[in-house]
């Protein structure tokens, strides 16, 4: 899927009434990409410095006084050394988040190579930039944006680097909204709304960031100039500065002032959207009768046409009267084509419409099941895995990514998860130690750890019964062979070349009598199973054994435990 925006795209409150109710949602965040300082736009807009980044290096474009905003103009990149993968991480309560994003190129890094890149949102993969970018993307940049749900407390925006490009970003923005806005409560909150194009006909781009007339949700709307078709061209741009009732309510808050203006014209109105294939997309209409010359229903009726199949007949006054804003919406399935084509056909008088929005439906994506990613962060710290392997945002999605990088993930055996099936980081330099959270991994099946630094002890929690390799040779690991280890279905055992010591379980070593292959050797310590020495009866691992104390007792010598 290719999800690239070229439409320039803000936020806009979504009101219905005529003397509406404070907007009750309050979390938002304006992060200027790529900036050092705080700073307060001539929209009164607050931009915080760059915050909640996972790697990456700031830089600024190469021609500044080209770009009006400040937070237009710095920009933060990620190359190679901060990993393929790396994200935005932004704490946030539950809900549905308005997410927009600016991304520009102009040549900051003097090498006239666009980068190709992919951005994900929770998961899910959204936008696809693919160079060559068109020449004015490349020098002016583009807004994108889209309406996510955040379940998790925490909003991850992640960017994959394909080849060696470096992923960029100037701005981000983050506004919560109304959770049942845009028919969540028929569609689910298992979608994304990707924005293909929010049109105010009649009116030139406005909303929060461009103008500052208001959209409670942060929406900006542009003009449908460029997408009208055909003979609708020449389209007449009627507007009105008389109140529109009906706005600014619950959940999806439309501005009035999408309502204020509209285009008209005799005969078919016709708009030509830009899409991708294979998706399903929620269109939504506006309308308001803002000709004060249409008194009575009838005068003005149309059919709503997309992709030829006729959704509604429209009859503005009947259903509404004048001056109150009316609008319905319709899911395309399984759009075949690249364009979709929206016609309003006059049944009597000439049609009208007040704002047009198009949303590709984008399928959320599996996600790695909750306690694995707690697993996944915690060896994450524990391991001290370098930047450069790109261990940021989830471990195994989106599906259409690689995994953090020497990770394996499969699906679950009910389909609704991904997890962890095989870790392999044999000499990659770690120096931590083995977090007791491995045990979070119940489908691991392969662990290689070999030839770092590590050491500490082996987690009780390797005791996984669908562990069937592991190899954590050429360590420094210290303490006993846990018992644990015995439950789990292991076909290779390599412990060689570390610091451990006492007693080898027996059924441990019984893999190598089975057929599977088993090494221990290299550690002076260990002790109990050919060739390895006999165990001392008395004292093991520095310590008077169970089976000495038992001895001891028997005999009553009275002799005290010095291992306390």
Same mark, same amino acid.
């Not at 095989?422 to 770690?430: A, D, K, N």
């Given at each position: 899927?290719?999800?690239? $925006?070229?439409?320039?795209?803000?936020?806009?409150?979504?009101?219905?009434? !005529?003397?509406?109710?404070?907007?009750?949602?309050?979390?938002?965040?304006?992060?200027?990409?790529?900036?050092?300082?705080?700073?307060?736009?001539?929209?009164?807009?607050?931009?915080?410095?760059?915050?909640?980044?996972?790697?990456?290096?700031?830089?600024?474009?190469?021609?500044?006084?080209? $770009?009006?905003?400040?937070?237009?103009?710095?920009?933060?990149?990620?190359?190679?050394?901060?990993?393929?993968?790396?994200?935005?991480?932004?704490?946030?309560?539950?809900?549905?988040?308005?997410?927009?994003?600016?991304?520009?190129?102009?040549?900051?890094?003097?090498?006239?190579?666009?980068?190709?890149?992919?951005?994900?949102?929770?998961?899910? &993969?959204?936008?696809?930039?693919?160079?060559?970018?068109?020449?004015?993307?490349?020098?002016?940049?583009?807004?994108?944006?889209?309406?996510?749900?955040?379940?998790?407390? =925490?909003?991850?925006?992640? $960017?994959?680097?394909?080849?060696?490009?470096?992923?960029?970003?100037?701005?981000?923005?983050?506004?919560?909204?109304?959770?049942?806005?845009?028919?969540?409560?028929?569609?689910?909150?298992?979608?994304? &709304?990707?924005?293909?194009? +929010?049109?105010?006909?009649?009116?030139?781009?406005?909303?929060?960031?461009?103008?500052?007339?208001?959209?409670?949700?942060?929406?900006?709307? =542009?003009?449908?100039?460029?997408? +009208?078709?055909?003979?609708?061209?020449?389209?007449?741009?009627?507007?009105?500065?008389?109140?529109?009732?009906?706005?600014?309510?619950?959940?999806?808050?439309?501005?009035?002032?999408?309502?204020?203006?509209?285009?008209?014209?005799?005969?078919?109105?016709?708009?030509?959207?830009?899409?991708?294939?294979?998706?399903?997309?929620?269109?939504?209409?506006?309308?308001?009768?803002?000709?004060?010359?249409?008194?009575?229903?009838?005068?003005?009726?149309?059919?709503?046409?997309?992709?030829?199949?006729?959704? !509604?007949?429209?009859?503005? $006054?009947? *259903?509404?009267?004048?001056?109150?804003?009316?609008?319905?919406?319709?899911?395309?399935?399984?759009?075949?084509?690249?364009?979709?084509?929206?016609?309003?056909?006059?049944?009597?008088?000439?049609?009208?419409?007040?704002?047009? *929005?198009?949303?590709?439906?984008?399928?959320?994506?599996?996600?790695?099941?909750?306690?694995?990613?707690?697993?996944?962060?915690?060896?994450?710290?524990?391991?001290?895995?370098?930047?450069?392997?790109?261990?940021?945002?989830?471990?195994?999605?989106?599906?259409?990514?690689?995994?953090?990088?020497?990770?394996?993930?499969?699906?679950?055996?009910?389909?609704?998860?991904?997890?962890?099936?095989?870790?392999?980081?044999?000499? =990659?330099?770690?120096?931590?130690?083995?977090?007791?959270?491995?045990?979070?991994?119940?489908?691991?099946?392969?662990?290689?750890?070999?030839?770092?630094?590590?050491?500490?002890?082996?987690?009780?929690?390797?005791?996984?019964?669908?562990?069937?390799?592991?190899?954590?040779?050429?360590?420094?690991?210290?303490?006993?062979?846990?018992?644990?280890?015995?439950?789990?279905?292991?076909?290779?055992? +390599?412990?060689?070349?570390?610091?451990?010591?006492?007693?080898?379980?027996?059924?441990?070593?019984?893999?190598?009598?089975?057929?599977?292959?088993?090494?221990?050797?290299?550690?002076?310590?260990?002790?109990?199973?050919?060739?390895?020495?006999?165990?001392?009866?008395?004292?093991?691992?520095?310590?008077?054994?169970?089976?000495?104390?038992?001895?001891?007792? +028997?005999?009553?010598?009275?002799?005290?435990?010095?291992?306390?």
């Amino acid at each position: 899927m290719s999800f690239l $925006f070229l439409f320039l795209l803000s936020l806009a409150p979504l009101f219905h009434s !005529s003397s509406p109710l404070p907007y009750p949602y309050n979390t938002s965040f304006h992060i200027d990409c790529g900036s050092s300082t705080p700073s307060t736009d001539s929209y009164n807009i607050s931009w915080l410095p760059d915050k909640f980044f996972t790697g990456g290096s700031t830089s600024v474009v190469s021609e500044p006084l080209h $770009f009006h905003l400040q937070h237009e103009k710095t920009l933060r990149y990620f190359p190679l050394s901060s990993g393929k993968k790396n994200c935005y991480n932004i704490p946030l309560p539950a809900g549905r988040y308005y997410i927009r994003t600016f991304t520009v190129y102009d040549n900051y890094d003097g090498k006239s190579h666009s980068p190709s890149f992919d951005a994900s949102v929770e998961g899910t &993969l959204v936008f696809s930039w693919r160079s060559p970018w068109p020449e004015s993307l490349t020098r002016d940049g583009a807004y994108s944006d889209l309406f996510a749900f955040v379940k998790d407390g =925490q909003l991850d925006l992640c $960017f994959y680097s394909i080849a060696t490009d470096p992923p960029v970003i100037a701005s981000l923005e983050v506004v919560q909204i109304d959770p049942l806005s845009y028919n969540s409560a028929q569609t689910g909150d298992s979608y994304i &709304l990707v924005n293909y194009g +929010r049109l105010s006909p009649g009116s030139s781009q406005w909303g929060p960031g461009f103008t500052s007339d208001p959209d409670a949700f942060g929406r900006s709307w =542009q003009s449908d100039s460029d997408y +009208r078709a055909g003979k609708s061209e020449s389209a007449k741009v009627i507007t009105t500065k008389e109140k529109i009732t009906g706005t600014e309510k619950a959940p999806n808050y439309f501005p009035m002032k999408l309502y204020q203006s509209a285009v008209t014209i005799e005969g078919r109105l016709e708009y030509e959207l830009p899409v991708d294939a294979k998706l399903d997309y929620l269109v939504w209409f506006h309308f308001a009768e803002i000709d004060s010359t249409v008194k009575k229903a009838g005068e003005r009726v149309f059919d709503v046409l997309v992709n030829d199949k006729n959704v !509604s007949r429209v009859d503005i $006054f009947k *259903e509404v009267g004048s001056f109150v804003a009316y609008s319905l919406n319709y899911t395309e399935k399984n759009l075949s084509s690249s364009v979709l084509n929206v016609k309003l056909s006059p049944v009597a008088g000439a049609p009208l419409i007040c704002g047009l *929005e198009n949303y590709a439906m984008v399928p959320a994506d599996l996600a790695t099941v909750p306690e694995q990613v707690v697993a996944m962060k915690a060896l994450k710290d524990s391991l001290c895995v370098p930047d450069r392997m790109g261990w940021n945002g989830d471990p195994c999605a989106p599906t259409d990514w690689d995994a953090w990088e020497g990770v394996t993930c499969h699906t679950n055996k009910n389909g609704t998860g991904l997890v962890i099936t095989q870790i392999e980081l044999g000499s =990659q330099g770690l120096k931590g130690y083995i977090s007791e959270q491995i045990s979070l991994l119940s489908n691991l099946i392969n662990l290689n750890l070999s030839t770092n630094s590590l050491d500490g002890t082996l987690p009780i929690g390797l005791g996984q019964k669908s562990l069937a390799r592991l190899d954590l040779s050429d360590n420094q690991f210290s303490g006993s062979i846990p018992e644990s280890l015995t439950s789990s279905n292991l076909q290779l055992v +390599r412990l060689n070349n570390n610091l451990l010591e006492g007693r080898v379980p027996e059924e441990l070593y019984s893999v190598g009598v089975h057929g599977g292959t088993i090494d221990l050797s290299g550690n002076k310590g260990l002790c109990g199973v050919p060739p390895l020495p006999d165990c001392p009866l008395f004292w093991e691992n520095g310590r008077l054994s169970k089976g000495g104390k038992i001895h001891l007792l +028997r005999r009553g010598t009275g002799i005290k435990d010095r291992s306390h």
